[in-house]
C-alpha cells in the first residue's frame, strides 16, 4: 500500500512516499481504510526527533475511515463502520491499524475531513476548556493562535460557554477568521501584548491563558495572567521554551504553570468517549464549525508540513488518499 515513511529524522524532506507492506489486525484491533489523515503539530515533533520514534515509521496519529477487518476480541464495531481516531501511529497510510479503545464511531453528516481534523483539535479545546482551566461564565481568557484549528475551536466553545475571548493573530485573514468564530478582541502578536490584555480587562489580567505557540509568546502568557491564574501551555509551535525559575510564578502572583496533553486526559475509554462525544456532538448540532484549512494529496505530505511550521495555514490541515496509479 502507499503511505508517507521517514527513514531519517529531520525537516519535511524526510516524508518520502513510498510503497509498505498492509498492515494486520491483532488482537483487539482494527484494519481501516483511511478516507482522511489529520496533519498536527506533534507529528513535526516525531519527525524531527524532539518526540523519540523508531525509525523507519509511518507519521501520523489521526484520521477518519472505514473499517475492513478485525482483529479477534473486537466486540463495539464490524467491517464497513466509519470510525475516527487521534492515537493511532501510521496514520499517513492507505490503510493502518487502529486499536479498537482508540476508535471512535463518526456521527451521520459528519464528512470525513472535519471527521479526521476534528477529533485531537477538537478534543484538546475541550479539555483546555472543561478540564485543565475549567473557564467558568463571566470569565476572560487569551487563546493563542485564534485562527488555528484548536483556536477556533476552543472560542467556539468557549464562547458558547459565556466566556469571553481574546485571541492573537499573526494577520488581518486570520483576524477576521478569528472574530467570526466569537473571539471579543483580536490582538497582534508584539512586545506590548500583555499591556493590551490588562487594558482590556481593567488591569485585572485574564483568568487563564491558551498557550500553543511556546518559546515566543511564552513571557507575554505570564504577564498577561490575572493572580493567581493559569498558563496551560499546551504546544510549541514556535519553538520549546527554556527552563522556567518557579520563582517567577510567585512574583508575578501566585501563577499555575502547566504542560498538559491529550493523552492524560483521555486516560480511559469513558473520558475518551465523553470527549469524542461532545466534539461530535457539536460538530452534528451546528454549534461547532470544522473549518478544513487546506487538503492535499497524501503524496504532499511534507508540503502540509511546510505550511503548518510556516504558520501560514488556518483551520485543520489533512491529508487525502490519491487516486490509484499515482505514487504506487
Not at 496533519?39 to 524531527?48: E, G
Not at 507519521?59 to 475516527?84: H, M, Y
Not at 476548556?129 to 484548536?150: F, I, K, R
Not at 487546506?294 to 495555514?313: C, F, I, K, V
Request: proline share 7%.
Amino acid at each position: 500500500m502507499r503511505a508517507i515513511q521517514i527513514t531519517a529524522t529531520g525537516g519535511p524532506e524526510v516524508l518520502v512516499p513510498t510503497t509498505v507492506a498492509e498492515p494486520v489486525p491483532g488482537p483487539g484491533e482494527l484494519l481501516v481504510s483511511v478516507a482522511a489523515a489529520g496533519v498536527n503539530y506533534i507529528d513535526t515533533y516525531y519527525r524531527t526527533g524532539q518526540y523519540p520514534v523508531e525509525l523507519p515509521s509511518v507519521p501520523g496519529l489521526e484520521g477518519a475511515g472505514v473499517v475492513q477487518a478485525l482483529g479477534a476480541d473486537v466486540t463495539d464495531f464490524a467491517v464497513g463502520d466509519r470510525v475516527a481516531w487521534c492515537s493511532a501511529p501510521g496514520s499517513y497510510a492507505e490503510q493502518v491499524v487502529v486499536p479498537a479503545s482508540a476508535a471512535v464511531a463518526v456521527p451521520a453528516g459528519v464528512p470525513d475531513d472535519q471527521a479526521a481534523s476534528a477529533l485531537l483539535q477538537g478534543m484538546t479545546a475541550h479539555y483546555l476548556l472543561t478540564s485543565t482551566y475549567p473557564a467558568q461564565p463571566g470569565d476572560t481568557v487569551l487563546l493563542h493562535a485564534g485562527a488555528g484549528g484548536v483556536g477556533l475551536m476552543l472560542t467556539q466553545l468557549a464562547v458558547a460557554a459565556g466566556v469571553t475571548v481574546i485571541t492573537t493573530v499573526s494577520t488581518d485573514a486570520k483576524a477576521e477568521l478569528s472574530r467570526t468564530a466569537g473571539a471579543a478582541h483580536v490582538l497582534r502578536y508584539g512586545d506590548d501584548l500583555a499591556a493590551q490584555v490588562r487594558e482590556l480587562t481593567a488591569g485585572e489580567g485574564v483568568a487563564a491563558v491558551y498557550d500553543g505557540v511556546g518559546a515566543a509568546t511564552f513571557d507575554a502568557s505570564l504577564a498577561a495572567l490575572r493572580v493567581r491564574g493559569t498558563l496551560a501551555l499546551f504546544g510549541a509551535a514556535s519553538g520549546p521554551v527554556p527552563p522556567v525559575d518557579p520563582q517567577r510564578l510567585n512574583a508575578a502572583g501566585s501563577l499555575y504553570l502547566t504542560r498538559p496533553t491529550l493523552a492524560h486526559y483521555t486516560r480511559n475509554r469513558p473520558e475518551l468517549t465523553w470527549r469524542a462525544d461532545a466534539v461530535f456532538g457539536a460538530v452534528v448540532d451546528g454549534s461547532l464549525r470544522v473549518r478544513v484549512g487546506a487538503t492535499y494529496p497524501l503524496s504532499e505530505a511534507a508540503q502540509a508540513h511546510r505550511d503548518l511550521q510556516a504558520r501560514s495555514t488556518t483551520g485543520s490541515l489533512v491529508l487525502l488518499p490519491e487516486p490509484s496509479g499515482r505514487n504506487s
